[in-house]
């Protein structure tokens, strides 16, 4: 059975940093594209980064430039890296992909404190 269980979420500081994972379990990550989402309070899920099995990368203009994403296939793990946080960057963070069907994580929560 899949599964995808994301940690690392916590309270940052506007500015700061921060460094979700999202580690697989179940199959093997390599050559699956994997996306990150957010939820903000309220409102409509955002995709925020795209990385496919190469390593290459996409973002949305409010993220691009600031938040990267990366893999460790050895690890079966993602990560999104959170640089010069804002404090619309709060909210719950998500990783998906799809094998057989869609696989989303349970979310880790973002804070921003300013």
């Known amino acids: 059975q899949v599964q995808l269980v994301e940690s690392g979420g916590g309270s940052v500081q506007a500015s700061g940093s921060l460094t979700l994972s999202c580690t697989v379990s179940g199959r093997e990550i390599r050559r699956n594209s994997f996306y990150w989402h957010r939820q903000a309070p309220e409102s409509a899920l955002e995709w925020v980064a795209t990385i496919i099995g190469s390593g290459l990368t996409h973002y949305p203009d409010s993220v691009r430039g600031r938040f990267t994403a990366s893999r460790d296939d050895a690890k079966n793990t993602v990560f999104l890296h959170l640089e010069n946080v804002k404090p619309e960057d709060a909210g719950v963070y998500f990783c998906?992909?799809?094998?057989?069907?869609?696989?989303w994580g349970q979310g880790t929560q973002v804070t921003v404190s300013s």
């Open positions: 998906q992909t799809t094998y057989d069907r869609d696989y």
